[in-house]
């Protein structure tokens, strides 16, 4: 699929530009306080003009053959653009934690480390994290290592995606 640059495309998102549209594909997962799996994951970024995008991630627990089992994680927020390929990620997951992240752009790469993190009552314990995005032969790999449920940092999650449609703009 042949990406193109929104017309109204904020300068600052330029660094980013790259990650607009939809994207679908699977992954893996491993933790030491729970049993490794294979999932599928939908990431959806859009941007209407200002310096900033959406963001909204499903994912879903898939069987050895690639086949649903469950749904799983969802999370929205918004990853805001700054001047000079800085980055803020304002995020909420369905799990009842928020989390900010700061980060920088570049070159078809995207590196975040949270800031700060705040929890509901029953929601399990998370500290850190670091989530790195980068373009590969177009498509979409990221990495999640995440400090949580007294673990230190270590990797959590990885996928590739594939873009699946540009995105929705005004």
């Known amino acids: 699929m042949v990406f193109e640059l929104p017309e109204n495309l904020h300068p600052d998102c330029a660094p980013l530009a790259w990650m607009l549209g939809s994207w679908h594909g699977n992954g893996h997962g491993d933790y030491p306080t729970i049993d490794s799996f294979q999932f599928g994951q939908e990431l959806i970024f859009t941007h209407d003009g200002r310096p900033f995008f959406h ?78 995005y980068g373009n590969v032969d177009g498509d979409l790999l990221y990495a999640y290592d995440m400090a949580a449920m007294g673990q230190e940092l270590q990797p959590h999650l990885w996928a590739r995606l594939q873009r699946t449609r540009q995105a929705d703009l005004p």
């Open 55 to 132: 963001y909204f991630a499903r994912s879903w627990i898939v069987d050895e053959s690639g086949e649903k089992v469950r749904d799983a994680a969802l999370e929205t927020g918004f990853l805001r653009c700054r001047p000079e390929g800085k980055v803020e990620l304002v995020m909420a997951h369905h799990t009842g934690f928020v989390e900010v992240w700061y980060g920088r752009a570049d070159g078809g790469k995207l590196e975040l480390a949270t800031d700060a993190i705040a929890r509901t009552e029953s929601a399990k314990e998370v500290a850190a994290g670091t989530r790195l």
